[in-house]
Each structure stands twice: as structure tokens, then as C-alpha cells.
Antibody, heavy 120, light 109 residues
Framework: QVQLVESGGGLVKPGGSLRLSCAASGFTFSDYYMTWIRQAPGKGLEWVSYSTGTGFTKFYADSVKGRFTISRDNAKNSLYLQMNSLRAEDTAIYYC?????????????WGQGTMVTVSS | EIVLTQSPGTLSLSPGERATLSCRASQSVSSSYLVWYQQRPGQAPRLLIYGASSRATGIPDRFSGSGSGTDFTLTISRLEPEDFAVYYCQQYSTSPALTFGGGTKVEIK
């Protein structure tokens, strides 16, 4: 079935780095835009970054621009988020999600999330 | 940046009652790009409505979306026990691509 599974979260010190992964299955991964969305503990949703299906075009929220890099390996059906210069305010559950067919910017498949904690 | 303001912050209702949730944008939003999600405790968000009024696959018809311009509404006609959750609206525009509202919690009265 259609599924997204994130991994790579954990505890990291301020200024450190972490790489998140999202493994996709059950659909033709390269056909879909993919995104990372995060949720700080007890807070709402915040969009982080998205990538087109080819990976050639990427966009970032201002809060992570220059520090985070989204990438994908379509041969491995995987999406990644390289996070550098991490700050306490980056502490959140990170979800990967698939943009559904059609240009409506709705995300129809979500992973279960991976927790990132930035603390000394 | 388009800011989405959801109201009320918390809605206290009983099962069987009607819920009306508001999402107001600081600038006009294309209806094509207005989306609603439901998030139950400990779960990832679930797509409910896209294009302001189209139900996603498998979503019961007690959920409906409406609105245009800067004012959008999610209505749950008769609350079921599983509908008590947090609801988020989301919009897409060219810059910065995507924003979410702060959420409305629908709780059991």
C-alpha cells in the first residue's frame, strides 16, 4: 500500500547536523512533488521545504533557508532533509508528505513523523 | 506572506452537533489552493478537503468546505466521536510557498 516512513531523528546539540530520510512505497515516487512539514511540541504545522518530482526545483521556508537542504533519490524511492546549524527552535516532529495528483497543493499521504530534538 | 487565522481556537460541542470552523486569510487566496486537514492526538495530519470544497478520498460527506477570497469555512454537519480533533487550514501561494493556520481544536463538551 501507499506508505511513507521517516527515519533519522534524534537528539542533537545546537549547531549540529542531522539527516532525515523518508522511504516511499506503493506509488511511482518520481511522479510526485514531496515536502517536509514540521510540528513543534504542542504547536501547529509549519511547512519546511518541497521538491519537484525530478528534484531539480526546490523551495524552502525562510526559517530554514541556507541551513536545510532537501534532496531525493528517485532510484531509491527516498526523500532526504539535510539539516545543518540546528537551533533549539528546530525541535519538532518532521513529517514527509506527498502532494496529491493535480495542481492543488494538497498533501494526501503523510509519514508517521520523526522527532528531532535540539538541546545541549 | 499570507497569514491564515483560524477561529475559534477551541470549539466545545457535543456529539451530533454541527461544527463550523473559520479560516481567514490576510490576502486573497485562490480557492484551488485552500486545503483542510484533521489531526488526531499522536497521529499525522489527514487530508480532508482540497480546492476549498472537494472532499478527499474516503472522507465522509458530513465534512464540507466552502468559501472564497479571504474567508473559508469547514463544516462538520453532525459530530461523530472520532471527529474530536484539531483542524488546520493550509494555503499555497508563490512566496513563501505554503502556510498553515494555527488550528482549531474541536473538543467534547
Amino acid at each position: 500500500q501507499v506508505q511513507l516512513v521517516e527515519s533519522g531523528g534524534g537528539l542533537v546539540k545546537p549547531g549540529g547536523s542531522l539527516r532525515l530520510s523518508c522511504a516511499a512505497s506503493g506509488f511511482t515516487f518520481s511522479d510526485y512533488y514531496m515536502t517536509w512539514i514540521r510540528q513543534a511540541p504542542g504547536k501547529g504545522l509549519e511547512w519546511v521545504s518541497y521538491s519537484t518530482g525530478t528534484g531539480f526545483t526546490k523551495f524552502y521556508a525562510d526559517s530554514v533557508k541556507g541551513r536545510f537542504t532537501i534532496s531525493r533519490d528517485n532510484a531509491k524511492n527516498s526523500l532526504y532533509l539535510q539539516m545543518n546549524s540546528l537551533r533549539a527552535e528546530d525541535t519538532a516532529i518532521y513529517y514527509c508528505a506527498r502532494r496529491q495528483d493535480g495542481n492543488n497543493w494538497a498533501f494526501d499521504v503523510w509519514g508517521q513523523g520523526t522527532m528531532v530534538t535540539v538541546s545541549s | 506572506e499570507i497569514v491564515l487565522t483560524q477561529s475559534p481556537g477551541t470549539l466545545s460541542l457535543s456529539p451530533g452537533e454541527r461544527a463550523t470552523l473559520s479560516c481567514r486569510a490576510s490576502q486573497s487566496v485562490s480557492s484551488s489552493y485552500l486545503v483542510w486537514y484533521q489531526q488526531r492526538p499522536g497521529q499525522a495530519p489527514r487530508l480532508l478537503i482540497y480546492g476549498a470544497s472537494s472532499r478527499a478520498t474516503g472522507i465522509p460527506d458530513r465534512f464540507s468546505g466552502s468559501g472564497s477570497g479571504t474567508d473559508f469555512t469547514l463544516t462538520i454537519s453532525r459530530l461523530e466521536p472520532e471527529d474530536f480533533a484539531v483542524y488546520y487550514c493550509q494555503q499555497y501561494s508563490t512566496s513563501p510557498a505554503l502556510t498553515f493556520g494555527g488550528g482549531t481544536k474541536v473538543e467534547i463538551k
